[in-house]
């Protein structure tokens, strides 16, 4: 077969594993590779014709599957330490993975134990082992075996079972993986709020474990909607599909619904017991929902007497001229300095003093401010309500008092489970709705929201999650049942993405997470839901 990498043609045997096949020139720290455009094991073997691209943690694929290597020995470890536990991966915060037990306090012994247990499991370099079974021998698998690890591929009919096999431990884990457990060069295991982290390197610091940031906001509201979910009986998507084959679509959406409007209730109610709110801040990552979530905030503050006065962030970008630009010496449109700070500043102490102003309108193909003759004048009824990336960094709004200010943090904080060990990621389930959303009402493919995914992610990871923490009140946009809805809309879109644009293999890994979804009928979704902004039909379009 032919083989092109880094530039160079290689001759190799039809069938031998990739790393055999280039093991001259394999980087050291590679952790699996780009096979003509799908994500691939140094063990795959070589098929066809084609080029390579080796992976390793600085690459975003390449630290998945880092992590997803990481929690496998983390697994790994509890299962020896504490083989009758119900341990489970719960969800991520800042460059770590959250996961506890159901059955079993930690302590700090217990995560000194798994840490110590994991290090012993990396020294030895065990070989991590795909073993893939026919339908029929998994049945008879997991009936001689007791264990639901990777069962749920039989529930949805996959045409073929896959386990991850390490000496005697075995687990499904969803993704490729590292070839064996000497690959975790870097990372840590504490204890934190009840159960462990599983710490890594970000891709941008490869090399060392960044300092521990303590997110207790975030994990209070992950750790809220954990909870609501396992008492509903919906923290798996196997319990999910269930309640979908058992036609409790309704209940559902009732209760989903019935979640949002209570927690943005309790918003607008925290909103009017602080008295002298303002200004009301909105910042969250793309497709976290903001404009369903921020009509419904209106009509909760217009029950208390506080009408909403909305003040757009995008008519206050500096003259074109004066916008900063980025390292390829284009204008960087989302740094803070790209907006006029001063203006707006001023504007707003004249606002909260009783004073009339002239609101710009900012031309984005001229890239000057103009002035049409909007005025505003701020009654004693009336709040700003400000939505946009810098939202939560206090210098976007630096004249305003603290007291004044009310910030909400937003975004879809999934913590849905494919099973007890493979969690579904926020971020996908981010992309989905923007897949969905951008390709119903901007008439954008799937191939170019994936082309920019890369860039969005980029400026969320410096203008927004650094300051999310910063938020008064965060508040978690997901649905329970949003991904088997979607299912219907996202993967024609996908599947339509060929297999030579680089973004092929990103778009398989979202069509394999996809099989695991039973399909849901959206008609009985209401028109002022959350999913409304992304599917269609909402009452707050326009």
């Given at each position: 077969?032919?083989?092109?990498?880094?530039?160079?043609?290689?001759?190799?045997?039809?069938?031998?594993?990739?790393?055999?096949?280039?093991?001259?020139?394999?980087?050291?720290?590679?952790?699996?590779?780009?096979?003509?455009?799908?994500?691939?094991?140094?063990?795959?073997?070589?098929?066809?014709?084609?080029?390579?691209?080796?992976?390793d943690r600085t690459t975003k694929d390449g630290r998945d599957i880092y992590i997803r290597g990481l929690l496998y020995l983390t697994c790994m470890a509890v299962e020896r330490l504490y083989p009758h536990s119900k341990f489970k991966v719960d969800y991520q915060l800042s460059?770590?993975?959250?996961?506890?037990?159901?059955?079993?306090?930690?302590?700090?012994?217990?995560?000194?134990?798994?840490?110590?247990?994991?290090?012993?499991?990396?020294?030895?370099?065990?070989?991590?082992?795909?073993?893939?079974?026919t339908p029929e021998e998994a049945e008879k698998f997991y009936k001689d075996e007791d264990s639901v690890r990777g069962k749920l591929q039989l529930n949805v009919g996959k045409e073929k079972v896959?386990?991850?096999?390490?000496?005697?431990?075995?687990?499904?884990?969803?993704?490729?993986?590292?070839?064996?457990?000497?690959?975790?060069?870097?990372?840590?295991?504490?204890?934190?709020?009840?159960?462990?982290?599983?710490?890594?390197?970000?891709?941008?610091?490869?090399?060392?474990?960044?300092?521990?940031?303590?997110?207790?906001?975030?994990?209070?509201?992950?750790?809220?909607?954990?909870?609501?979910?396992?008492?509903?009986?919906?923290?798996?998507?196997?319990k999910l599909n269930k309640k979908i084959r058992e036609g409790k679509e309704k209940e559902l959406i009732l209760f989903s619904e019935a979640l949002h409007e209570k927690k943005i209730a309790e918003i607008a109610e925290k909103i009017k017991e602080r008295g002298n709110v303002r200004m009301v801040l909105i910042a969250g990552p793309s497709s976290s929902g903001k404009t369903t979530f921020a009509g419904k905030l209106g009509m909760g503050l217009r029950v208390h007497g506080i009408k909403p006065v909305t003040i757009s962030v995008d008519n206050y970008f500096v003259e074109r001229e004066n916008n900063p630009k980025d390292e390829k010496g284009e204008y960087d449109f989302e740094r803070i300095e790209a907006l006029d700070l001063d203006l707006l500043n001023n504007q707003l102490v004249k606002l909260l003093n009783g004073e009339e102003v002239s609101l710009p309108t900012f031309d984005f193909k001229t890239g000057h401010k103009q002035y049409l003759g909007n005025k505003l004048k701020l009654e004693k009824d009336q709040v700003i309500v400000m939505e946009g990336i810098h939202c939560l960094n206090d210098r976007l709004t630096s004249l305003?008092?603290?007291?004044?200010?009310?910030?909400?943090?937003?975004?879809?904080?999934?913590?849905?489970?494919?099973?007890?060990?493979?969690?579904?990621?926020?971020?996908?389930?981010r992309l989905i709705?923007?897949?969905?959303?951008?390709?119903?009402?901007?008439?954008?493919?799937?191939?170019?929201?994936?082309?920019?995914?890369?860039?969005?992610?980029?400026?969320?990871?410096?203008?927004?999650?650094?300051?999310?923490?910063?938020?008064?009140?965060?508040?978690?946009?997901?649905?329970?049942?949003?991904?088997?809805?979607?299912?219907?809309?996202a993967v024609p879109l996908l599947q339509e993405i060929p297999n030579t644009e680089p973004v092929y293999s990103e778009a398989r890994r979202l069509l394999a997470m996809f099989q695991y979804f039973d399909d849901m009928d959206d008609s009985l979704i209401p028109n002022n839901s959350l999913i409304r902004e992304f599917i269609g039909g909402s009452i707050f379009e326009g």
């Amino acid at each position: 077969m032919k083989i092109v990498y880094d530039n160079k043609a290689y001759d190799v045997k039809e069938g031998i594993a990739l790393r055999d096949a280039l093991s001259d020139v394999v980087p050291k720290n590679a952790i699996a590779a780009r096979y003509n455009n799908e994500i691939s094991s140094l063990n795959g073997p070589i098929d066809k014709d084609g080029k390579i691209e080796f992976l390793d943690r600085t690459t975003k694929d390449g630290r998945d599957i880092y992590i997803r290597g990481l929690l496998y020995l983390t697994c790994m470890a509890v299962e020896r330490l504490y083989p009758h536990s119900k341990f489970k991966v719960d969800y991520q915060l800042s460059n770590a993975m959250f996961c506890d037990f159901d059955d079993m306090e930690v302590t700090d012994e217990v995560a000194i134990n798994i840490k110590t247990e994991m290090d012993k499991i990396i020294r030895s370099n065990i070989p991590i082992i795909k073993k893939i079974m026919t339908p029929e021998e998994a049945e008879k698998f997991y009936k001689d075996e007791d264990s639901v690890r990777g069962k749920l591929q039989l529930n949805v009919g996959k045409e073929k079972v896959s386990l991850y096999y390490c000496e005697e431990y075995f687990n499904y884990f969803y993704g490729t993986m590292p070839i064996s457990t000497g690959f975790a060069e870097i990372y840590d295991i504490s204890k934190y709020h009840g159960g462990i982290l599983v710490r890594y390197p970000s891709t941008t610091e490869p090399n060392y474990l960044p300092k521990l940031v303590d997110s207790l906001k975030l994990a209070s509201a992950l750790n809220e909607y954990d909870e609501i979910y396992k008492i509903l009986g919906v923290n798996t998507v196997y319990k999910l599909n269930k309640k979908i084959r058992e036609g409790k679509e309704k209940e559902l959406i009732l209760f989903s619904e019935a979640l949002h409007e209570k927690k943005i209730a309790e918003i607008a109610e925290k909103i009017k017991e602080r008295g002298n709110v303002r200004m009301v801040l909105i910042a969250g990552p793309s497709s976290s929902g903001k404009t369903t979530f921020a009509g419904k905030l209106g009509m909760g503050l217009r029950v208390h007497g506080i009408k909403p006065v909305t003040i757009s962030v995008d008519n206050y970008f500096v003259e074109r001229e004066n916008n900063p630009k980025d390292e390829k010496g284009e204008y960087d449109f989302e740094r803070i300095e790209a907006l006029d700070l001063d203006l707006l500043n001023n504007q707003l102490v004249k606002l909260l003093n009783g004073e009339e102003v002239s609101l710009p309108t900012f031309d984005f193909k001229t890239g000057h401010k103009q002035y049409l003759g909007n005025k505003l004048k701020l009654e004693k009824d009336q709040v700003i309500v400000m939505e946009g990336i810098h939202c939560l960094n206090d210098r976007l709004t630096s004249l305003i008092p603290p007291e004044n200010k009310f910030k909400i943090y937003i975004s879809d904080l999934t913590v849905l489970n494919i099973d007890y060990y493979n969690r579904i990621s926020t971020t996908d389930t981010r992309l989905i709705r923007r897949i969905v959303r951008d390709n119903n009402f901007r008439n954008y493919t799937a191939l170019h929201t994936l082309n920019m995914w890369y860039s969005v992610n980029r400026g969320e990871q410096k203008y927004i999650f650094p300051y999310q923490e910063e938020a008064d009140i965060m508040f978690n946009s997901s649905i329970i049942y949003e991904i088997s809805v979607l299912k219907k809309y996202a993967v024609p879109l996908l599947q339509e993405i060929p297999n030579t644009e680089p973004v092929y293999s990103e778009a398989r890994r979202l069509l394999a997470m996809f099989q695991y979804f039973d399909d849901m009928d959206d008609s009985l979704i209401p028109n002022n839901s959350l999913i409304r902004e992304f599917i269609g039909g909402s009452i707050f379009e326009g």
